[in-house]
Antibody, heavy 122, light 107 residues
Framework: QVQLVESGGGVVQPGRSLRLSCAAA????????MHWVRQAPGKGLEWVAV????????YYEDSVKGRFTISRDNSKNTLFLQMNSLRAEDTAVYYC???????????????WGQGTTVTVSS | DIQMTQSPSSVSASVGDRVTITCRAS??????LAWYQQKPGKAPKLLIY???SLHSGAPSRFSGSGSGTDFTLTISSLQPEDFATYYC?????????FGGGTKVEIK
């Protein structure tokens, strides 16, 4: 069935790096834009980044620009989030999510992973 | 960036009640708005896209309306499984933003 499975979360010290992965199955991964969305403990949803279906365009939320990099490997049906210079405020559950239509991000995100937890603490 | 403001932040209601949640954008976003439902410890679920289109599998008691800057999510008759937090999200700009959320609680 259609599913997304995140991995790579954990506890990391401030200033260090972490790489998240999101494995896709059950749909034509290379046809869809993909997002990372995070949720700090007890807080609301915060969009982090998007990558176009072919990797040609990438956009980032201001607080992660220059520190996080979104990428994808369409041959392996996998989405990535490279997180550098991590801060305490990056502590959150990180979800990957799919555009609901292949034409772009205008129609919401219809498939979500279960989330992976990132804790930034010394 | 486009800011999204939801109100109320929480609402207490009973099964069978009609519940309305509003979302206001800091600038016009046409009809590029989505609504999500999230239950504790779970990923969000898409309910409404393009302001008023019901996502496949979402119950018909959910409806959305609005355009420009002001939007509404309505639950026509609240069911026990609807107690959750609801988020709006603008999709006009490629820099997406979510509203702060509205928690629907049992009265």
């Amino acid at each position: 069935q259609v599913q997304l499975v995140e991995s790579g979360g954990g506890v990391v010290q401030p200033g260090r790096s972490l790489r998240l992965s999101c494995a896709a199955a059950g749909f034509t991964f290379r046809s869809y834009g993909m997002h990372w969305v995070r949720q700090a403990p007890g807080k609301g949803l915060e969009w982090v980044a998007v990558i176009w279906y072919d990797g040609s365009y990438k956009y980032y939320e201001d607080s992660v620009k220059g520190r996080f990099t979104i990428s994808r490997d369409n041959s392996k049906n996998t989405l990535f989030l490279q997180m550098n210079s991590l801060r305490a405020e990056d502590t959150a559950v990180y979800y990957c999510a799919r555009d609901s239509v292949a034409s772009g991000p205008h129609y919401g995100m219809d498939v979500w992973g279960q989330g992976t937890t990132v804790t930034v603490s010394s | 960036d486009i800011q999204m403001t939801q109100s109320p932040s929480s609402v207490s209601a009973s099964v069978g009640d009609r519940v309305t949640i509003t979302c206001r954008a800091s600038q016009g976003i046409s009809s590029w708005l989505a609504w999500y439902q999230q239950k504790p410890g779970k990923a969000p679920k898409l309910l409404i896209y393009a302001a008023s289109s019901l996502h496949s599998g979402a119950p018909s008691r959910f409806s959305g309306s609005g355009s420009g800057t002001d939007f509404t999510l309505t639950i026509s008759s609240l069911q026990p499984e609807d107690f959750a937090t609801y988020y709006c999200q603008q999709a006009n700009s490629f820099l997406l933003t979510f509203g702060g959320g509205t928690k629907v609680e049992i009265k």
